[in-house]
């Protein structure tokens, strides 16, 4: 029997794995994403990335907006349905247990459970400077992200890695995770998280960017966890573009300007040293972190915090 699915999901993490869905032949019934929003500094109404993916594919199946599941109404759209399963992929919203009710409700939850509960997994491995991170398939109820796991697949991070590439990687771990889970449904035993490992992560904040010359480790494990957003900048404003570890041993005044270089500066922080290569000013374009200080007239020695 070709298993009916309702999928639910937003950005394009949820796109990655709905386009496996459509190509394994899924029998998709409908999609449920977040509603348009504006978008930039002239608030263009936009389409999130997987309805966008829907229109631009000429893919048959409606599409729903409710700006919650709780409206009057949406329970009995999907129970007209009759899914055999409902797929959740960074939705964005909680379903409501007269929704759980309905189906299996399935999430891919893109860390490890019961590590990092919550909105932002992939953010807080980083910050973690986490050797694994990978994807949960895990049955849905009441509690956030703490139901029995279906399955899990792994996948080792290096220190190359950012959330962006992060984001895009797993997006496949879990496509691939929800085909399998799917297949093997009937023989499965799902498996109760251990609630002695839970951790939690919230939601990412526009102040969670600011950021001192303290940890030269800590504030580039950051760097590649904030890069896509808030970003790194100081207090006064100035924005941290691009940046890498230079090493982590050295004991610095915060902020000192230890070396200029052709194409970047080092950046003494209390704790080991940065190389920094782009920044910029609010308001303003970014530009070579030397450029910046040659502008400045900033010196060998000085602070730029």
Known sequence: MNKKIIFMGTPEYATVILKELVKQNYALLALFTQEDKKVGRKQILTAPHIKQYVIDEKINIPVFQPKTLKEKGIKEIIQTFNPDFIIVAAYGQILPQNILDIAPCINLHASLLPLYRGASPIQQCLLNADKYTGVTAMFMEAGLDSGDILGLKYLKIDENMDVEYLFDNLAFVAADLIVEVLENFSNIKEIKQNKTKVSHCGKIKKEDGEVLFDDAFK????????????????????????????????????????????DKIVIGCTKGSINLLVIQQPSKKAILATDYIRGQRVELGNNLS
Do not use: M, R, Y
Request: hydrophobic letters at 45%.
């Open 219 to 262: 504030l580039v494990q950051k760097f590649k966890a904030f890069k896509f957003w808030p970003g790194l900048f100081l207090q006064s404003g100035l924005k941290l573009k691009d940046l890498s570890l230079c090493e982590t041993k050295s004991k610095n005044i915060a902020g000192t300007i230890l070396e200029i270089n052709k």
